[in-house]
């Protein structure tokens, strides 16, 4: 267990180097990984920046609140992946919903839906 003998800074710096799905994998590792993660915004952080590419109005709107940036990841990683699916079109051709693939919905607010409309309209 690397995280054992290497200083914290370290270890941060290899955790920082895995996508979103390891970096959560590796909280259930042991309890030394999960503390170190945890206790980590900064990791998180850059996770968030990449969601905030699609989700600015979100991720912006949930940092003022002070929420974490772990929270902000989870509250808005998956809305991030299906609002961009939607305004680069990839759903541009379903004619019902029974077309859709099974995780394109998410709860998404108005003002989203228009500019997932305002996208398919200039199309």
Same mark, same amino acid.
């Given at each position: 267990n690397f995280?054992? &003998?290497f200083p914290p800074e370290l270890s941060l710096?290899?955790?920082s180097k895995l996508d979103i799905k390891s970096l959560c994998s590796a909280t259930g590792t042991c309890?030394? !990984?999960n503390h170190i993660i945890e206790s980590s915004d900064r990791l998180w952080r850059n996770h968030c920046m990449t969601v905030r590419a699609t989700c600015q109005r979100e991720v912006d709107g949930d940092r003022g609140?002070?929420?974490s940036w772990k929270v902000i990841l989870e509250r808005n990683y998956r809305k991030g992946y299906v609002k961009k699916a !939607?305004?680069?079109g990839s759903y541009s051709n379903i004619h019902s919903s029974d077309e859709l693939p099974e995780k394109s919905? &998410?709860?998404l607010d108005?003002?989203?839906w228009g500019e997932i409309l305002e996208a398919e309209l200039e199309r």
């Open positions: 995280a054992e &003998y710096k290899i955790f309890k030394l !990984w609140v002070g929420f !939607w305004l680069c919905m &998410y709860p108005a003002e989203t």
